[in-house]
T-cell receptor, first 112, second 115 residues
């Protein structure tokens, strides 16, 4: 079955710096890769996703890149702000399977 | 997201007790899921259902059972709770877009403590 590894587990940056979180997956048939943000005490919420027919997607300060050959994808946050502090989860899914398999999460701390 | 609700929000129970966690959604989605979250382990899939007559085991189904009472309702039961089932439980729903699975929307979570 699918396995998703996420790194780093914790990340601390200064406000205004960039943050990068990386994930690798094992199932070459996976073709949907969402990223979720979970603030303390709240539910995970989708912030961006990418399907395998594109290599990069951007939404304001966040972007996701996908390398299907290497089976890895990354989340990039630019100009970080304190409100970006949260736990971020990557996930992978096959269209046919419909199950999301999550990475272990990255706790991002943005220091003012 | 008030479209996906979970009850109860918090529950403390004792070892051996039967517990039911309930999830309701008004999004009109066919697909519903139950996850548990433990620190450092991310979100792990317990059971999922693609329609009322379809129930599937996830990664960690042992010790759990589910019931899909209607399109909008999906319940998770712990027949005989044990302490290592202490965790945060999330329900999620999704539809499809162009035949492909769509975004999953999560409920607010239920914090379960088994003493």
């Amino acid at each position: 079955g699918e396995n998703v590894e996420q790194h780093p587990s914790t990340l601390s940056v200064q406000e205004g710096d960039s943050a990068v979180i990386k994930c690798t997956y094992s199932d070459s048939a996976s073709n949907y890769f969402p990223w979720y943000k979970q603030e303390l005490g709240k539910r995970p919420q989708l912030i961006i996703d990418i399907r395998s027919n594109v290599g990069e997607k951007k939404d304001q300060r966040i972007a996701v890149t996908l390398n299907k050959t290497a089976k890895h994808f990354s989340l990039h946050i630019t100009e970080t702000q304190p409100e970006d502090s949260a736990v971020y989860f990557c996930a992978a899914m096959r269209n046919q399977g419909g199950k999301l398999i999550f990475g272990q999460g990255t706790e991002l701390s943005v220091k003012p | 997201d008030a479209d996906v609700t979970q009850t109860p929000r918090n529950r403390i129970t004792k070892t051996g007790k039967r517990i039911m966690l309930e999830c309701s959604q008004t999004k009109g989605h066919d697909r519903m899921y139950w996850y548990r979250q433990d620190p450092g382990l991310g979100l792990r899939l317990i059971y999922y259902s693609f329609d009322v007559k379809d129930i599937n085991k996830g990664e960690i189904s042992d010790g759990y059972s589910v019931s899909r009472q209607a399109q909008a309702k999906f319940s998770l039961s712990l027949e005989s709770a044990i302490p290592n089932q202490t965790a945060l439980y999330f329900c999620a729903t999704s539809g499809t877009s162009g035949g492909q699975p769509d975004t999953q929307y999560f409920g607010p979570g239920t914090r379960l403590t088994v003493l």
